[in-house]
């Protein structure tokens, strides 16, 4: 399985912007779709968003809808989640993970999922 790795993540305040990136050092990764996920402290992991292995499809969570957008570079092998006008709920690990199975055309499900990142840190300033 491929082993996606996060970066970008760090202290932004409410309003602002920040980009986060999902690479691997597998160029594989370009055969699988790719989710977000993120948990906010003391709850449970939620979906964020996901993106399909050919750009195209995408699919967000209700809470980012219209604010985050995921997209996906293949010459950098690389998967971002732009976040605009942030706020102090999206504070939360933010987890890169790639699908199971290449077939799958998104990931939007624990159950899905073949490998996660290590995670990083969003914190959103009021």
């Known amino acids: 399985q491929v082993q996606p790795v996060e970066s970008g993540g760090g202290l932004v305040q409410a309003g602002g912007s920040l980009r986060l990136s999902c690479t691997a050092s597998?160029?594989?990764?370009?055969?699988?779709?790719v989710g977000w996920f993120r948990q906010p402290p003391g709850k449970e992991r939620e979906f964020v968003a996901s993106i399909s292995r050919n750009v195209g499809n995408t699919l967000y969570g209700d809470s980012v809808k219209g604010r985050f957008t995921i997209s996906r570079d293949h010459a950098e092998n690389t998967v971002y989640l732009q976040m605009n006008s942030p706020s102090h709920e999206d504070t939360a690990g933010y987890y890169c993970?790639?699908?199971?199975?290449?077939?799958?055309?998104?990931?939007?499900?624990?159950?899905?999922?073949?490998?996660w990142g290590q995670g990083t840190q969003v914190t959103v300033s009021a």
């Open positions: 597998d160029r594989t990764f370009s055969n699988y779709a």
């Open positions: 993970a790639t699908a199971k199975f290449a077939a799958f055309a998104l990931v939007t499900a624990a159950s899905a999922i073949g490998s």
